[in-house]
Nanobody
Framework: QVTLVESGGGLVQAGGSLRLSCAASERTFSNYRMGWFRQAPGKEREFVAA????????YYADSVKGRFTISRDNAKNTLYLQMNSLKPEDTAVYYC????????????????WGQGTQVTVSS
């Protein structure tokens, strides 16, 4: 099991930016396929973005494509989510997770989860 710790959430005005970080406990982080999900109150957890191990192929939900960027620094065992042009509908708790088997956009494919970090976008 991998321990994942998110940070970087906060309150921002619409149109602003935030960068989330997710620190992993394992030095084999570079091999991990990783993802970001979010969950707003009263809604199901939804896929935001994912990145493969190795060359780092990226995947995005349509709702964030062109605004969010997922990246990783394997030397620091850290995953990032750069969020630009934020909208009130981006308000949610954001989670990073390590992927097991299955599709990138399914929460059930992920085996280890962080505790989440709150992002609130005011209008």
């Amino acid at each position: 099991q991998v321990t994942l710790v998110e940070s970087g959430g906060g309150l921002v005005q619409a149109g602003g930016s935030l960068r989330l970080s997710c620190a992993a406990s394992e030095r084999t982080f570079s091999n991990y396929r990783m993802g970001w999900f979010r969950q707003a109150p009263g809604k199901e957890r939804e896929f935001v973005a994912a990145i493969s191990g190795g060359v780092g192929t990226t995947y995005y939900a349509d709702s964030v494509k062109g605004r969010f960027t997922i990246s990783r620094d394997n030397a620091k065992n850290t995953l990032y989510l750069q969020m630009n042009s934020l909208k009130p509908e981006d308000t949610a708790v954001y989670y990073c997770a390590r992927k097991g088997s299955g599709s990138y956009d399914a929460a059930s494919s992920y085996v280890d989860w962080g505790q989440g970090t709150q992002v609130t976008v005011s209008s």
